[in-house]
């Protein structure tokens, strides 16, 4: 089955960058909606962004709109978040996830079928 794995995580000071990336492995499911969530030390899993099959739409959380971004390849399975200006309120384990179907984004975890063990990232001040 699909497998997802996160990688680009680690240590950064407050208001540098890192870029996370997500791979597909097993099946790949080619030109479906991705989509990163993190879950804050002590929090709930939370919506980061995501991005549509043909990389066309993208949606973001407030709080890291115009910090992040989101992109996908050309094969349309693999997806970044390119992440700048890291703040301490961005410490989470960070979560791929692909939505088996093909409709439109979405910020709910219900909506997405597989998930990575996330990558843990750190700011610090």
């Known amino acids: 089955q699909v497998k997802l794995q996160e990688s680009g995580g680690g240590l950064v000071q407050a208001g540098g960058s890192l870029r996370l990336s997500c791979t597909a492995s097993g099946r790949t499911l080619n030109n479906r909606p991705m989509a990163w969530f993190r879950r804050p030390p002590g929090k709930e899993r939370e919506f980061v962004a995501t991005i549509g099959w043909n990389g066309d739409t993208t949606d973001y959380a407030t709080s890291v709109k115009g910090r992040f971004t989101i992109s996908r390849d050309g094969d349309k399975n693999t997806v970044y978040l390119q992440m700048n200006n890291l703040q301490p309120e961005d410490t989470a384990v960070y979560y791929c996830?692909?939505?088996?179907?093909?409709?439109?984004?979405?910020?709910?975890?219900?909506?997405?079928?597989?998930w990575g063990q996330g990558t843990l990232v750190r700011v610090s001040s």
């Open positions: 996830a692909l939505d088996r179907s093909k409709g439109g984004t979405s910020v709910s975890e219900s909506e997405y079928d597989y």
